[in-house]
């Protein structure tokens, strides 16, 4: 019920390409879903966020579309660059603002 | 946006030793501070929860006597590991979240201990 499942693990994308990264999550009481990015020896930093009374949302080239009804949200990198290489990790809070991190995604994008 | 910092930003020590790690927010009060642990290729695992002036809220499985937060004020927070064994090696990230209203957590940049 807590658990919020990212794919895929790992994803190698051509510079220019689009990069999709995708998240599932069971419990509907989870009401904001951000995305993170977090380069070797970093802490995260937040990419972009979502709520779930909102389908779609873009801040340059990132964009996250999100199905309420499937329970599924997903980040979409557009013109992918090598300085997006990166571990993406998407995220869904329950309650007392309790962050639940997906598994990871390793992005590289080869020029 | 807001800044959260964390000292050291890397920690070796002897196993036996305790070790104290700070998390400060730099230009905001932050009521809530969360402690997360990393472990190579993985993902964040959230340890505990401290509110300021509030004994910390421990995970499942976290031992709570071994980790020991201190929340003083509204933009300090504390971990010390005490006793620390080398499994407890890892990287460990704070985060703060502000007033209500102020939905972000904002992490801190980490904290790479390692124990002999």
């Not at chain 2, 050291?8 to 998390?23: A, D, L, Q, Y």
């Not at chain 2, 499942?60 to 071994?66: P, T």
């Amino acid at each position: 019920q807590q658990q919020v499942k990212q794919s895929p693990q790992s994803l190698i994308v051509q510079k220019g390409g689009i990069s999709i990264i995708n998240c599932a999550y069971e419990n509907t009481a989870f009401d904001y879903f951000p995305w993170y990015q977090q380069f070797p020896g970093k802490g995260p930093a937040l990419l972009i966020a979502i709520r779930p009374d909102v389908s779609e949302k873009k801040e340059g080239r990132f964009t996250i579309s999100f199905n309420k009804s499937a329970k599924q949200f997903s980040l979409h990198i557009m013109d992918s660059q090598p300085g997006d290489s990166a571990t993406y990790f998407c995220a869904a809070r329950a309650a007392r603002g309790k962050l639940i991190f997906g598994q990871g995604t390793e992005l590289s994008v080869k020029p | 946006g807001a800044v959260v910092s964390q000292h050291p930003s890397r920690v070796i020590c002897k196993s036996g030793t305790s070790v104290k790690i700070e998390c400060r927010s730099l230009d905001f009060q932050a009521t809530t501070m969360f402690w997360y642990r990393q472990f190579p290729k993985q993902s964040l695992m959230l340890m505990a929860t401290s509110n300021e002036g509030s004994k910390a809220t421990y995970e499942q499985g976290v031992e709570k006597d071994k980790f020991l937060i201190n929340h003083a004020s509204l933009t300090l927070s504390t971990l010390t590991v005490t006793s620390a064994h080398p499994e407890d090696s890892s990287f460990y990230i704070c985060s703060a979240s502000g007033r209500a209203g102020y939905n972000e957590q904002f992490f801190g940049p980490g904290t790479r201990l390692t124990v002999l």
